[in-house]
């Protein structure tokens, strides 16, 4: 191990150096003193993050050093320029741990987020390969049309099975079943599909997400934030139509099933008892990841693991654990008012920034349309593929998608369906915001909320209120 990591230093150094002097050559244009330093009205930590993700954007074959030496150099400059930051606390807060570990009410910091998503890629990675040796990918083309309505059909069972389950291993099961039917030959444009459809089936469900079961925990009601199953049907419906096209002219599905595979039943058990245990762990503890190495565990006395994944996995997972901590120390500490134009460019913002602390700042703010916002965080993602997990864990299995150029140019369907979605909730549903623990819509101080009755109400008119609907 040392010897590997003395030769990739030997290899890279002088790209490592040259990435560090870029990230730290704005620091000479500030001088210590009491206050975070800014670029007018800019925070450098913003600036530093921005050059952390166009670092990643530009260099695609190097993202997990940019996002290794990004973070670390964001860490430094919190630590010599920001009086204000504790990392022991930011990442445990302030609870006893052991007090975090028994009481899930009392989780703070980042560590439960951190550990989670570890937890998560990690053990879908090993999911993904299990279900492919199963011999389930193999006996699919017996059931999927020969024509573009397979690729279609396939992005809308992913859609389905990200609405009860993480997002992540939705991802992942469709990728590895496109791998099997499509040859090993995946267009770009599909892969960006079929990371959109995992993001559009877990956001209408407080368990297909982690943004959701946020709201959930919240004290958001399930049925607010399913009226999103709207705009991510009709996104669905656009952007599967453009890239099963382009799947079925880049490769066709193949036509018929291999006759002489059989299933193995076991390596199905253990799936079953992998994603069984992230929903139980995710309702009883907030910690899918839990429940889903507890099943990996039980699973290895049926079955041998297939352990060599893991190590596959592991820069993927680092990449999204450096940014997701970058994200955090971002000084948000509150966004504009509540509306459908904040809850549509939080969407875009979704792209590149963490969703998780933008929705737990909207859930502070309170006074959202919930469904909406779910949409908006959830899909919004899907636009780059580092904007959401689901993106980062199937990468591993097409690196060639971490090409952020081609991602664009060959899903920009992806982004088009984003708007389109928005836009037809918007005008059937309205702007509907509802109750959290915290804020009650009857004390909505925002202007024109339409369920406060102050100001402009702004409900397009000949819209059907999503609380009308459910009367």
Not at 57 to 67: E, M, N, S
């Amino acid at each position: 191990m040392k010897n590997y990591i003395k030769s990739l230093l030997l290899r890279n150094g002088k790209k490592l150096i040259t990435l560090a002097i870029i990230l730290l050559s704005p620091l000479s244009l500030f001088a210590a003193g009491g206050n975070v330093p800014s670029l007018g009205p800019i925070r450098f930590e913003f600036i530093l993050f921005a050059l952390i993700l166009l670092g990643v954007a530009l260099f695609h074959k190097q993202t997990f050093r940019v996002a290794v030496i990004g973070l670390t150099v964001l860490v430094i400059f919190k630590l010599v320029f920001d009086p204000g930051f504790h990392f022991m606390e930011h990442i445990f807060g302030q609870n006893s741990f052991g007090q975090q570990i028994m009481d899930k009410n009392l989780r703070q910091g980042e560590w439960g987020i951190m550990l989670n998503l570890l937890g998560l890629l990690l053990g879908f990675a090993l999911l993904s390969k299990i279900f492919e040796e199963s011999g389930v990918p193999d006996v699919l083309p017996r059931y999927l049309p020969d024509d573009w309505k397979g690729p279609f059909l396939l992005l809308v069972f992913i859609m389905v099975l990200s609405s009860f389950l993480d997002n992540i291993a939705a991802a992942l099961i469709g990728g590895t079943i496109a791998l099997v039917v499509f040859k090993n030959k995946v267009h770009i444009g599909f892969v960006a599909a079929i990371v959109a459809a995992s993001n559009a089936g877990g956001s209408g469900s407080v368990v297909g997400d982690t943004t959701t079961t946020m709201m959930w925990i919240d004290g958001v009601s399930p049925f607010n934030v399913l009226h999103a199953f709207i705009a991510a049907g009709v996104a669905v419906l656009f952007f599967g139509w453009f890239a099963a096209h382009q799947q079925h002219k880049y490769q066709p599905i193949q036509k018929d099933a291999s006759t002489d595979v059989r299933i193995d039943w076991l390596k199905i058990l253990i799936v079953a008892m992998i994603l069984i245990g992230a929903i139980i762990s995710n309702f009883v503890y907030d910690m899918p990841a839990l429940g889903v190495w507890i099943a990996i565990i039980s699973g290895s006395f049926i079955r041998p693991m297939p352990w060599k994944e893991v190590p596959g996995a592991i820069k993927g997972t680092i990449f999204l654990l450096c940014l997701v901590f970058c994200a955090s120390l971002m000084p948000v500490e509150e966004l504009p008012n509540a509306s459908w134009i904040t809850a549509l460019s939080l969407g875009f913002l979704s792209a590149v920034f963490d969703n998780i602390p933008l929705t737990k700042l909207c859930l502070e703010q309170g006074h959202f349309d919930w469904g909406m916002l779910a949409y908006a965080v959830g899909f919004g993602g899907s636009m780059i593929w580092f904007g959401s997990s689901a993106g980062v864990a199937i990468t591993n299995k097409f690196p060639e998608a971490r090409n952020v150029i081609l991602w664009v140019k060959n899903g920009w369907h992806v982004a088009v369906a984003y708007v389109l979605g928005f836009f037809v909730l918007y005008f059937i549903m309205g702007w509907e915001p509802a109750d959290t623990k915290e804020h009650k819509i009857i004390n909505c101080p925002v202007p024109g909320c339409p369920m406060a009755n102050k100001g402009e109400n702004l409900k397009v008119p000949g819209t059907i209120g999503y609380l009308e609907l459910i009367k």
